[in-house]
């Protein structure tokens, strides 16, 4: 059985299709992790459908940033660099409730003692091996979120509706209303359409990522 954080030779073909300089088994860390699934997200009132991860495991594929705390944009000057990259992705059956299947996402990070925000890639590998990293949270957009009430898109004229809000329905009911992230309406070959980047975070939103 293979040691955890050892690629497998599959990953490791995988790893170099994206490396500029082939690299070795000893070089990389390697390990996968469910990233999301189409479960309600607890107190956002939003969930990813099915479709959605689908594209996101096609982009993950491609190639994505690996990150620490999502430290992607310049908010409050700092700007991360990834420690590693996402290089695979499928899509799983669940049994967990209210979701029917889940994300997982393959990643890498090179072994390395230079010290990036803060922390080195080789320090950031012994939180993940025992534990005190363990929550993983995805960074994804799409121009389409559709509305539980009416059906049709968030973002629309359409739609008078607000996440998270209680309304009547005909048959007297009461429904709150969440908003379901589709895949993008327009889908580009070759470019990742909807996932920005994965992270490794101290408390991430998804149950169970």
């Known amino acids: 059985m293979a040691k955890f954080g050892e690629p497998t030779v599959e990953q490791l073909a995988k790893i170099n299709k994206l490396a500029k300089r082939t690299l070795s088994a000893d070089e990389v860390f390697a390990f996968s992790g469910k990233s999301a699934g189409d479960m309600l997200i607890p107190n956002r009132f939003t969930r990813i459908s099915k479709e959605l991860l689908q594209v996101m495991v096609d982009d993950a594929k491609k190639g994505v940033s690996f990150m620490l705390n999502h430290n992607w944009s310049t908010w409050g000057g700092i700007q991360g660099i990834p420690y590693g990259k996402v ?13 029917t299947v889940g994300m997982y996402l393959d990643k890498f990070i090179f072994r390395d003692d230079e010290v990036i925000d803060g922390i080195s890639a080789n320090s950031l590998i012994k939180k993940i091996e025992t534990g005190i990293l ?4 995805i960074s994804f957009s799409t121009d ?6 009416c059906g049709k898109s968030y973002f629309s004229r359409e739609c008078s ?3 998270g809000a209680k309304y009547e329905m005909g048959d007297g009911t009461t429904k709150t209303c969440t908003v379901t992230a589709m895949p993008p309406s327009i889908i580009i070959p070759y ?6 980047e994965e992270s ?10």
């Open 200 to 209: 490794i975070v101290w408390d991430g939103a998804y149950p169970g990522a």
């Open 134 to 137: 363990s929550c993983e949270l």
């Open 191 to 196: 470019n990742n359409n909807a996932l920005y």
């Open 144 to 149: 389409i979120m559709k509305c539980s009430i």
């Open 161 to 163: 509706h607000w996440r």
């Open 87 to 99: 290089f695979d992705g499928r899509l799983k059956p669940s049994s967990e409730a209210d979701e």
